[in-house]
């Protein structure tokens, strides 16, 4: 199985909500995204629950007549932290407020990583067992950390900057360990949308 891992887009930050819809920027990513996935043969959708993953799935959604799946252990650490903060934002202002994330990111965002971590790899496992032969799954930058650095045996949670509808692709053999195929693939991404 292949199981292609989709960074939503750009979320609104001035919605000033603690789950953010996207921005015109990041309605854009989803249709470009969508625009490059759609000539895959995929067979199922998943999306975390949260708005922006929700968003950035649905043009994809609409192209190929399925109908997403939401499965709430593919949020991000904000969902159960019930805190939203912008990784990009906080790099930009650098800072304490950057070295404090670096340090500890899950707890930054009121998450406790190991069961964060086992959320993750634990509904990853569930979905490698079902009998899908290419999935897509809306997500979002810890997640797909997790899972680069958990196949790829790294520490920490920061390895890795997958760009808003950026496409990270990883393979699932008959055993279910799974390899990388490939991380933030961003050609089908306008320049001025990183």
Request: aromatic share 6%; glycine share 10%.
């Amino acid at each position: 199985m292949q199981l292609i891992l989709i960074r939503h887009g750009e979320p609104d930050l001035s919605a000033g909500s603690v789950d953010p819809p996207l921005s015109e920027r990041g309605i854009r990513q989803a249709g470009e995204t969508a625009a490059r996935l759609s000539h895959e043969a995929i067979d199922a959708l998943f999306t975390s629950p949260l708005l922006r993953a929700r968003q950035t799935l649905e043009p994809l959604a609409q192209k190929l007549g399925l109908t997403p799946e939401v499965v709430e252990g593919l949020a991000e650490i904000d969902y159960w932290g019930g805190r939203y903060l912008s990784v990009e934002e906080l790099r930009r202002a650098g800072g304490d407020a950057w070295e404090d994330f670096l340090r500890d990111p899950v707890g930054t965002l009121g998450g406790d990583e190991q069961a964060f971590l086992e959320t993750i790899s634990n509904t990853m496992s569930g979905l490698t067992k079902r009998d899908f032969k290419r999935v897509a799954i809306a997500t979002h930058g810890f997640p797909i950390n997790a899972m680069l650095s958990e196949i790829l045996t790294m520490q920490g949670l920061t390895n890795f900057t997958p760009h808003h509808g950026s496409v990270t692709r990883l393979h699932a053999g008959d055993s279910g360990q799974l390899r990388v195929l490939s991380i933030n693939e961003m050609t089908h991404i306008t320049r001025d949308a990183h």
